[in-house]
Nanobody, 119 residues
Framework: QVQLVESGGGLVQAGGSLRLSCATS????????MGWYRQPPGKQRELVAT???????NYADSMKGRFTISMDNAKNTAYLQMNSLEAEDTAVYYC?????????????WGQGTQVTVSS
Protein backbone atom coordinates (compact mmCIF):
# COMPACT_ATOMS: atom_id res chain seq x y z
CA GLN A 1 0.00 0.00 0.00
CA VAL A 2 1.31 3.41 -0.96
CA GLN A 3 0.14 6.49 0.88
CA LEU A 4 0.25 9.91 -0.73
CA VAL A 5 0.01 13.15 1.20
CA GLU A 6 -0.51 16.41 -0.66
CA SER A 7 0.27 19.84 0.69
CA GLY A 8 0.77 23.39 -0.53
CA GLY A 9 -2.73 24.33 -1.57
CA GLY A 10 -4.38 27.56 -0.53
CA LEU A 11 -5.80 30.86 -1.65
CA VAL A 12 -3.88 32.95 -4.16
CA GLN A 13 -4.65 35.93 -6.37
CA ALA A 14 -4.83 35.58 -10.13
CA GLY A 15 -1.37 35.80 -11.62
CA GLY A 16 0.22 34.33 -8.52
CA SER A 17 2.04 31.05 -7.94
CA LEU A 18 1.76 27.99 -5.73
CA ARG A 19 3.82 24.84 -5.37
CA LEU A 20 2.06 21.63 -4.47
CA SER A 21 3.92 18.72 -2.88
CA CYS A 22 3.04 15.04 -2.83
CA ALA A 23 4.99 12.94 -0.34
CA THR A 24 4.93 9.18 -0.83
CA SER A 25 5.23 6.52 1.86
CA UNK A 26 7.48 4.43 -0.36
CA UNK A 27 10.52 4.96 -2.50
CA UNK A 28 9.71 6.65 -5.77
CA UNK A 29 11.90 4.06 -7.47
CA UNK A 30 9.19 1.51 -6.70
CA UNK A 31 6.71 3.50 -8.74
CA UNK A 32 6.33 3.99 -12.48
CA UNK A 33 4.43 7.23 -12.81
CA MET A 34 3.30 10.05 -10.60
CA GLY A 35 0.82 12.67 -11.59
CA TRP A 36 -1.43 15.51 -10.65
CA TYR A 37 -5.12 15.68 -11.44
CA ARG A 38 -7.70 18.28 -10.51
CA GLN A 39 -11.43 18.51 -10.05
CA PRO A 40 -12.96 21.96 -10.51
CA PRO A 41 -16.26 22.69 -8.75
CA GLY A 42 -19.11 20.85 -10.46
CA LYS A 43 -16.82 19.22 -13.02
CA GLN A 44 -15.10 15.91 -13.55
CA ARG A 45 -11.56 15.15 -12.50
CA GLU A 46 -9.06 15.97 -15.23
CA LEU A 47 -5.39 15.41 -15.95
CA VAL A 48 -2.95 18.16 -15.06
CA ALA A 49 0.45 16.54 -15.59
CA THR A 50 2.32 13.27 -15.19
CA UNK A 51 5.95 12.29 -14.82
CA UNK A 52 7.60 8.90 -15.02
CA UNK A 53 10.48 7.83 -12.82
CA UNK A 54 12.52 8.01 -16.02
CA UNK A 55 11.78 11.72 -16.21
CA UNK A 56 9.30 11.84 -19.07
CA UNK A 57 6.58 14.42 -18.57
CA ASN A 58 3.14 15.00 -20.02
CA TYR A 59 0.90 18.03 -19.58
CA ALA A 60 -2.67 18.92 -20.38
CA ASP A 61 -2.67 21.55 -23.10
CA SER A 62 -4.07 24.31 -20.91
CA MET A 63 -1.26 23.84 -18.36
CA LYS A 64 1.68 23.82 -20.75
CA GLY A 65 4.03 26.68 -20.09
CA ARG A 66 2.42 27.55 -16.76
CA PHE A 67 2.76 24.37 -14.70
CA THR A 68 5.84 22.24 -14.10
CA ILE A 69 5.87 18.75 -12.62
CA SER A 70 8.99 17.37 -11.02
CA MET A 71 10.26 14.70 -8.63
CA ASP A 72 12.83 14.62 -5.87
CA ASN A 73 13.86 11.00 -5.53
CA ALA A 74 15.81 11.61 -2.33
CA LYS A 75 12.72 13.06 -0.65
CA ASN A 76 10.24 10.65 -2.26
CA THR A 77 8.21 13.67 -3.23
CA ALA A 78 6.61 14.96 -6.40
CA TYR A 79 5.90 18.61 -6.99
CA LEU A 80 3.66 20.76 -9.12
CA GLN A 81 4.85 24.32 -9.62
CA MET A 82 1.94 26.45 -10.78
CA ASN A 83 2.57 29.93 -12.18
CA SER A 84 0.33 32.57 -13.74
CA LEU A 85 -2.66 31.09 -11.97
CA GLU A 86 -6.11 31.88 -13.27
CA ALA A 87 -9.54 31.71 -11.65
CA GLU A 88 -10.22 28.68 -13.85
CA ASP A 89 -7.43 26.82 -12.03
CA THR A 90 -9.57 26.73 -8.88
CA ALA A 91 -10.02 23.07 -8.02
CA VAL A 92 -9.14 20.28 -5.65
CA TYR A 93 -5.77 18.94 -6.78
CA TYR A 94 -5.04 15.24 -6.35
CA CYS A 95 -1.78 13.37 -6.48
CA UNK A 96 -1.75 9.97 -8.14
CA UNK A 97 0.91 7.27 -8.20
CA UNK A 98 1.06 4.20 -10.39
CA UNK A 99 2.99 1.03 -9.66
CA UNK A 100 3.44 -1.65 -12.28
CA UNK A 101 3.01 -5.28 -11.31
CA UNK A 102 3.07 -8.46 -13.32
CA UNK A 103 0.02 -8.39 -15.52
CA UNK A 104 -1.25 -5.01 -14.49
CA UNK A 105 -0.84 -1.97 -12.30
CA UNK A 106 -1.94 -0.46 -9.04
CA UNK A 107 -2.90 3.16 -8.64
CA UNK A 108 -2.98 5.23 -5.50
CA TRP A 109 -4.54 8.61 -4.77
CA GLY A 110 -3.98 11.28 -2.21
CA GLN A 111 -6.75 13.00 -0.30
CA GLY A 112 -6.56 16.19 -2.34
CA THR A 113 -5.61 19.77 -1.60
CA GLN A 114 -7.75 22.81 -2.37
CA VAL A 115 -6.43 25.54 -4.62
CA THR A 116 -8.51 28.68 -4.87
CA VAL A 117 -7.56 31.49 -7.25
CA SER A 118 -9.29 34.80 -6.71
CA SER A 119 -9.80 37.12 -9.66
Amino acid sequence: QVQLVESGGGLVQAGGSLRLSCATSTSIFGLHTMGWYRQPPGKQRELVATITTGGSTNYADSMKGRFTISMDNAKNTAYLQMNSLEAEDTAVYYCRAERLVLGGKFEYWGQGTQVTVSS
